[in-house]
Structures are given as C-alpha cells and as structure tokens.
C-alpha cells in the first residue's frame, strides 16, 4: 500500500521536503519519510530529475520519434526486442504501442547525424526489426504536462473582499 | 429665496457603510514585493476547456443576447447537476435565473422578496455584500454573531431569538467568507426547523459549495421541506476558477424567480453569452479540474493553518472556502491594526476581520489560494512580525 496523495504532490514537485509535505499532508515528518523511503525501495517513485528546457539554454539536442515495426518472438512477444532497444542510452523513451507499428522509440542525440546513426547502425539492423520511420522533433511545447515556454503569470488584484 | 442643499447622493445609497479599510487598500496599492493574502478568488486561471469553448463561440458569431433566463442548454445542465448533486429537481423553463455572478443573484433575491423595513437575519461574520444588499432594498440587516469557541457556525437559538414580526428571510452562506466554517448537517437542520416554524424566506449563498475538505457540503433547500422556502444561489466562481467570467445562478420557487426574472430583466438582460458558454462546458466537463483543484487546495489548508498555530495563533479548522481566520488577539492589536502593521513591517497583506461585521475584531482573513512558496513566505514573515510585537 502506497500513500497515492503523498506520490500526487511529489509528481507535481519532487523537490519537497518530507517536512514540507508532511505539513501539506497533515501528517507527520516521519510518516512522510517512511512512505517515501517505501516507494522508493519498491521503485514507486524511480527516480527525482529536473524538466530542462533545453531551447532556453541554447544547447538543443536533436530528438527524433522512432515508429519501429518489430516481429513478436515466440514466448516473449516483443519483451526481449523492446529491451535490446531500451537499454541504448540514446533511446529516451520507449512504449509499445497499438496501431500501425508496435515500438514508439524516442531518441536523443548531438546532432541529426548522430540520431541518424543511431537509427541506422544499432536500431534497424536488430534482428526481428523488420521497418523504422524517423520523425524529427522540430519543436518542444509542452513536456509532461509542463508548458515550456510562455507560463501564465497570475494578474489578480491584491484585494478583494 | 434660500433653500437647503440637496444632497446629489440618494439617502438609500448613503445608508450603506462604505469600506472602512479605504486607506489600507490605498497603501497596498502603492508598494511593491507583497504578498497578498487578502484576495477573494482562486490562483488558478480558468481551465482551458471553458476558455476554449468560449473562444469558439465567439468565432461562431455567437454574440448575441440569450434568453433573459440565460441560454437553455445551460439551464438544463444545472438542473440535471443540482439533481445529481442534492436529488433536487428544479424546472429549468420556470425555476432557475442564470445571472452575473452570485452577486446579481444575491441583490435581485433581496429586491425580489424584501419590503421597506422587512429584518433579514444573517450570522457575521459574513460577506461584505450581504448586509448591503439588505440595506439597498431598504430591508434591515441583523447580524447575529458566530463564534470561534463554536466553529462560526449558526446556532438554531439564536436565530430563533432574533426573530421579531418584520423577519422575512434568513441569509446564509456556507461555506463561509471569511471564516472558512462549514456547517455540519444537524445544525444546519435545526436552522432549517426555525425558518419553517416561522415561515421564512432562506437565501442560501452557496458560491463555495464544492470547496470543502473532509466533510460534505449539506445543500440548505435539500433539507426536508426547504426547497419551496430557499432560494439556492450558487456560481462558477470560485469551484471552476471562473471569477472573472461573472456568471450565477439562482435556483427557487416559481414566484420568486419570476419576480427575480422581472427585475433582471429590465437592470442586466442576460448574462453575458459566451461567458455562459464556458459555464457550460464547466458543468460539462469541469469535473476534474474541480477535483484537482480542491486536492490542491486541501494542502495548502493544511499546511497554511499548521503554519498559523505554530506561530501560537489560535485558529480553528476551516473545513471550507480558501480561507484562514486566525484568532490574533495574542498580538494585542485590533484587527485593523494589525492588518495595517503586517503589510508595512513584513509587506503581508491580510483582511481586518472587521471588515465582515464588528464580530470580525480579533480576527484577520487570509486566502490560502496562493502559490505554496509564497505561503511558506507569508508564514516566515507573519512569524517575525508575531515575536516582534507579542504581548
């Protein structure tokens, strides 16, 4: 049993402090500690990192869509090929889809060369991969739910009865 | 030939009390880096489905008047939501008036019901409007106070105690602006029981009526036979994040809102169209964000008042609304003075409880419907200026 509220406000802003969400919480420090040390052993929670913009810090990364047409293995389905792809550090992200193809790789690089690499040399030539469609990302707008350029700024009046 | 002056300004205008705290608005206006805990309305802009639908409307050329009731579809969503909410069922052709804000809603109620000298019973602290809305139909206002030591909730006594042959209504509003207080279904019931034993009007402001945390929010006309007495008045503002938008309803008998209908009628037309649209889609479709929201909210509440009471505030739970009302006697100021020190010393701004009726003194109002670093700022400075100035 994990405590769904305390996972909810550390998804919004993993940099809380036990303290602060014990206050958010109504709970104590100690609870909170214990509930979050309990999903991070049971890996709940995988991991705390920070959604980089990186268009602001003018050192953009190339990121390209993979559809990746794969035939199922006998057993272990599309299991053993997802994992050949996802343990490159290049793929960012990837899910097995429904649809006209069946693996969605993202994948990150330098420079489109880099990708294209990637894409060509490690990812195509797997065996079971039968067919691959790059699709380039011309522009980030909002990453996980985070608008990245353009936040709304609060224009209330100081006071109202 | 000497004649006295007259007075441009009506006696009915001049009856109602302008704001005393004019000059602490004055000195807010012109400083810079304070945080504000003295506002009325959510942090949150409009979800962008409401704003989306009504950009839509707009390209489709829907600008023009709806309806003096206010556009049907809408009428029928709210009738189907308050029967889904409370099992009340109300006619959306005869007895519900979408209207500009609550705030509309709240004066044509009044000015519907209330004669010259007619006593509308209100337990204050309350809203700032709902004496004045009394007054501007020339009813007369009584304040019954509630207290912190009994949760600023009503007490049935002693809304039966105040009753006098001129009492018409009733005028309550819970959740509660300022207190944050909720009242629990039995008093509530009890209250109910007073208006039928001595047949009187309920106008029931439930603009906060979603905001409520860990109890559930008891709808005065759902009381066993208070639907044909109460008229339900209720909003988009506050749940949906819509304040802007100005769009209420009122929700009664046939007679009182076809009297309220009258009214509106010749003073508002309609409630403006797309806004109506947007409201729409927030019965629609707002559900989540609603609940969201509210979530958001609870955690702020919680950590806002542990905040108070750690500072050494006495401040009772507001199971409501986005409001604290903390006790700050222990400072030995008047709820005005405080209010004006704090914003000078530490740049916080809070409300005077005064503001909502004399019973307010001892107490300030503090929107928790602000960002949580903030609040944890706000609570850094309320504390150094509390050390500082404790008795």
Redesign the interface.
Known sequence: MFNK?IL??LEK?GKLTPK?VA????STVDEVSKAIKQAEDERAIVKYKALINWGKVGNEHVWALIEVKITPQRDVGFDSIAERIYRFDEARTVYLMSGTYDLAVLVEGKSMQEVAEFVTRKLAPIEGVTGTTSHFVLKRYKEDGEILDGK?E?K?????? | MKTEKRSPVSQRANSIAPSGIRKFFDLLASMEGVISLGVGEPDYATPWRMREAAIYSLEQGKTMYTSNLGTPELRQELSRHLEQRYGLKYDPATEILITVGVSEALDLAMRATIDPGDQVIMPAPCYVAYPASVSLSAGQPVMIPTVEAANFEIDAADIEAAITPRTKAILSGYPANPTGAVMPKEKLAAVAAVARRHDLLVMSDEIYARLVYGIEHTCFAALPGMQERTVLLGGFSKAYAMTGWRIGYAAGPREIIAAMTKIHQYTIMCAPTMAQVAALEALRGGEESVLEMVADYNRRRKMFVKGLRDIGFSCFEPKGAFYAFPNITITGMSSEIFAEKLLQEEKVAVVPGTAFGACGEGFVRCCYATSLPELEEALVRIRRFVNKHRK
């Open positions: 509220e909810r406000i802003d602060q206050a958010m919480t109504g709304e609060s209330r009046q100081a006071v109202i009865l």
